[in-house]
């Protein structure tokens, strides 16, 4: 099972929470967890991969430059149904607490439908999510530099104990549709070119 990490990162909290989303997914059994900066990613580099999660910084609740015009090329792979059925998930990160998380996600989230892929949130019962409340992916406060604020920081850090979860989660649910699809052709119940 191939998952694809792909993020925009500009200040390095992008980056890590990526980095802990990929410890996270490669934890579980049969992952092979690919995890590249979107300035280093060719988007044919996806077309393989069971998984694909991408994240980015947000601006002004919206998804980052770099990351935009790297899901803009997605064009001819929209056109061939590539990305049909697999599971896609999202992330962000934010420099406030209110600082447009879930409306990044959201636009995140709106390409990833575009191509038939099956979103994956952040589920309450992870406990690690209970009250962090990060559903449509993980979206995190990062720390602003230069200044000191132990509730940011404590929630920065949290959000990456929270991405280890969610790449499990996102890890495991790719393992079991991978395993059912498998299950369905053998049977004759899913044509070929879906799988």
């Known amino acids: 099972m191939k998952i694809y990490i792909?993020?925009?990162?500009?200040?390095?909290?992008?980056?890590?929470?990526?980095?802990?989303?990929?410890?996270?997914?490669?934890?579980i059994k049969d992952a092979e967890v690919f995890i590249n900066h979107v300035e280093k990613t060719n988007v044919h580099d996806i077309a393989d991969a069971d998984a694909i999660i991408w994240g980015c910084p947000g601006h002004f609740g919206t998804i980052s430059a770099g990351l935009k015009t790297w899901i803009d090329k997605l064009g001819h792979i929209w056109s061939r149904g590539e990305l049909v059925g697999k599971v896609g998930a999202v992330f962000c990160t934010t420099a406030t607490i209110h600082g447009g998380i879930e409306a990044?996600?959201?636009?995140?989230?709106?390409?990833?439908?575009?191509?038939?892929?099956?979103?994956?949130?952040?589920?309450?019962?992870?406990?690690?999510?209970?009250?962090?409340?990060?559903?449509?992916?993980?979206?995190?406060?990062?720390?602003?530099?230069?200044?000191?604020?132990?509730?940011?920081?404590?929630?920065?850090?949290?959000?990456?104990?929270?991405?280890?979860?969610?790449?499990?989660?996102?890890?495991?649910?790719?393992?079991?549709?991978?395993?059912?699809?498998?299950?369905?052709?053998?049977?004759?119940?899913?044509?070929e070119q879906q799988l």
């Open 104 to 191: 990044t996600m959201l636009n995140l989230i709106t390409p990833m439908l575009h191509q038939g892929m099956v979103v994956v949130g952040l589920p309450a019962n992870i406990p690690e999510n209970a009250l962090y409340g990060s559903y449509y992916g993980l979206g995190v406060t990062s720390p602003i530099e230069e200044v000191e604020d132990p509730l940011t920081q404590s929630l920065y850090d949290k959000g990456l104990e929270l991405g280890e979860e969610f790449g499990k989660h996102v890890a495991s649910i790719s393992h079991a549709l991978k395993i059912g699809k498998a299950q369905q052709l053998e049977h004759g119940l899913l044509p």
């Open 6 to 27: 792909v993020y925009d990162s500009e200040g390095g909290h992008t980056e890590q929470v990526a980095n802990a989303i990929w410890k996270g997914a490669r934890s």
